[in-house]
């Protein structure tokens, strides 16, 4: 037994007892050692499982992040295109207003053309009726005298047949009251034809005039129907034929026109954002030209009129054609495809 009171169950308790100094300390140290490597460890490992699960964490978030962000890019891009259509729809309906008023000015003219045409042949018509009035009664005069003059012939007759001493004298009167009667019934049948061609001249008159009122309303009925037709056929051709006119992929240059006090301004920019420069006719041309050269993928001209601008259609329609036709890659493309532009091409290659 021991000093502890247990028995030494060990083999070679002699040796034990000479080397019993230092085993023991060794053995403690390295398992010392070991239990706070194997600490070490489970804190690491619990610490490395803690960092892969806030790493997860993190990239899930910034995945989330990422589609929000590609979410709001798009709804953002369309509701660009939205509103780029709204303006362009606005400027269209601004234009159809301008093109109305002009219309409805012309139109105004014409029916006051009309009015003054029909007033003057209302007027022609009335003095007509005045000359035949008048006419009528020149008739009823001659032959009222004609029928005194029968009267007085007969009596001179009687008074003939009474008086055969005067014959040659009443012969002489009877060949004079004859001519004059003559002439007078002559006359009488002048009057009656200048009546009766009076009389067809007011009757055309106004048949002319009834027929031109019939053909006016005839012709704005068809100009109504046929306006209403080529509108739905070049909405079903656009529709059908040609993709819409769009901003996107383009560069995008905008235009603003008005004119005050007979004074024309034009002011531009490139893009939908930046202020905007005055510039002249000619200069703006050019600068357009350079533009044109320089992006291949064409150039979007989108031309505004401001409220009040003071243009008229004529105006407005020839400025905007004129930068559409000759910058804008929507209307170019219309242009290349016509036969005129075909026949151009072809001259001016065969001039080269």
């Known amino acids: ?54 790493l997860r964490s993190t990239m899930e978030a910034e995945r989330i992040a990422a589609e929000l962000a590609r979410a709001t890019g798009e709804e953002k891009d369309s509701l660009s295109m939205a509103l780029h259509r709204a303006r362009e729809r606005v400027d269209q309906l601004r234009l159809e207003v301008l093109r109305l008023r002009q219309k409805g000015l012309e139109r105004e003219s014409v029916i006051s053309e009309q009015l003054v045409s029909i007033g003057d042949l209302t007027s022609q018509r009335d003095e007509l009726s005045r000359e035949s009035s008048r006419l009528t009664l020149t008739r009823q005069q001659l032959e009222s005298d004609i029928k005194n003059k029968e009267a007085r012939l007969r009596t001179l007759t009687q008074s003939l047949r009474n008086r055969e001493i005067e014959l040659q004298t009443a012969r002489d009167d009877a060949r004079s009251l004859q001519a004059n009667i003559d002439s007078l019934q002559l006359s009488l049948r002048e009057s009656q034809d200048q009546a009766n061609q009076l009389q067809d001249q007011l009757s055309s008159s106004s048949q002319a005039l009834e027929s031109a009122r019939k053909s006016t309303q005839e012709l704005d009925r068809k100009y109504l129907v046929l306006a209403g037709d080529y509108d739905n056929l070049q909405v079903k051709y656009d529709k059908l034929v040609r993709p819409a006119r769009s901003s996107q992929g383009r560069h995008l240059v905008e235009v603003r026109y008005s004119k005050k006090l007979g004074k024309k301004n034009i002011s531009w920019r490139e893009g939908s954002s930046g202020e905007f420069q005055t510039i002249s006719r000619r200069r703006l041309d050019l600068v357009l030209t350079r533009l044109m050269r320089e992006h291949a993928d064409g150039l979007y001209v989108k031309v505004i009129f401001p409220d009040n601008s003071g243009l008229s259609y004529n105006e407005a329609w020839e400025f905007t054609n004129h930068l559409h036709t000759s910058y804008d890659y929507y209307f170019r493309a219309d242009a290349r495809d016509s036969p005129i532009e075909q026949k151009e091409t072809k001259e001016q290659s065969g001039g080269q």
């Open 1 to 54: 037994m021991n000093d502890d009171g247990f028995i030494d169950l060990r083999l070679n308790r002699q040796e034990g007892q000479v080397n019993e100094s230092f085993w023991p300390s060794f053995t403690d140290i390295m398992t010392t050692v070991v239990m706070i490597f194997l600490i070490a460890l489970v804190v690491l490992l619990l610490r490395n499982m803690e960092l892969v699960n806030q």
